[in-house]
């Protein structure tokens, strides 16, 4: 199917930015972004949104993707902003591109876009990888390996060919558990990853683990993006990106100020790589 076309008229302005929340499930998680790119455009004009389109030779639709989560992982907390001609509500707007797109790629909240920008919000990852067949205990000595190291190289494939990296600086926190209510042995680890170049992902936390521990990992790991956001260092926990967007909206609807505001070029610095 075609991509998204702009109107032979004359191009309406941009008046309205959404952001968007939405999920990869299941086998759906195999999309690839630029499959996923051609489905979403597909679901907007399922779902008639009145997009809005850049200038030039080849106009193309006002749509940005945002810390793209690697094929195979899910995700329930991919990002992108679209920029529409016409004000629409924003709820609306979820449900219809809801609709248009299929299970597995599930829209879970739109908003209004707020000031600043969201990619530079976007400072860490939160996931969950579970290792099917490995006992906790087992994977929780290969932690407390991991997280001795001050550096773990690891090399992975490049479309510049096999590159190496240190794995260990970009993880913020590491902690294993087992799956609630499993029959069987599973274990699960969550890692706190910060964006950053080079762009560490949670395969590579894997590939570190079984550099400096003895991890048997007889199958393929389930790698599920649970959040990603502004960073807290304290804490090492990801906040909710879209949550100073919210609270714009709220004080534009009561007639208050944006209490985020003031803080948008502190907040707002230079945006990062994602992995």
Avoid at 117 to 141: C, F, K, Q
Avoid at 195 to 215: F, I
Wanted: hydrophobic share 40%; glycine share 6%; aromatic share 4%.
């Amino acid at each position: 199917m075609a991509p998204v076309q702009a109107p032979p008229s004359q191009q309406l302005p941009a008046v309205q930015k959404l952001r968007v929340r939405f999920a990869k499930r299941g086998r759906l998680r195999f999309t690839s972004h630029r499959d996923f790119q051609r489905a979403f455009e597909r679901a907007v004009r399922r779902a008639e949104l009145p997009v809005a389109f850049s200038h030039g030779f080849s106009p193309h639709p006002k749509i940005s993707y945002a810390g793209a989560a690697p094929t195979g992982a899910a995700s329930e907390a991919e990002y992108l902003e679209i920029s529409l001609t016409h004000e629409r509500d924003a709820e609306e707007v979820r449900a219809a591109l809801d609709e248009a797109l299929p299970p597995g790629l599930d829209v879970l909240e739109v908003v209004v876009a707020g000031p600043g920008s969201l990619a530079e919000r976007l400072e860490a990852s939160e996931w969950r990888i579970a290792l099917p067949g490995v006992d906790p205990a087992t994977a929780g000595a290969a932690v407390e390996a991991f997280l001795a190291r001050e550096e773990i190289l690891v090399e992975r494939m490049t479309k510049r060919g096999v590159r190496s990296f240190d794995c260990r600086a970009a993880v913020l926190r590491l902690t294993v558990a087992s799956e609630p209510g499993s029959v069987e042995t599973c274990a699960i680890l969550q890692v706190v990853l910060r964006h950053g170049t080079p762009a560490v992902r949670p395969d590579d936390v894997l590939a570190g683990a079984l550099e400096v521990a003895t991890l048997p990992v007889t199958g393929p790991a389930l790698l599920t993006r649970l959040a990603q956001g502004p960073l807290t260092t304290d804490t090492g926990t990801v906040e909710d990106p879209l949550a100073r967007d919210r609270d714009a909206n709220q004080a534009t609807a009561t007639g208050q100020a944006d209490p985020h505001q003031t803080h948008t070029a502190e907040g707002d610095a230079a945006a990062p790589s994602v992995p």
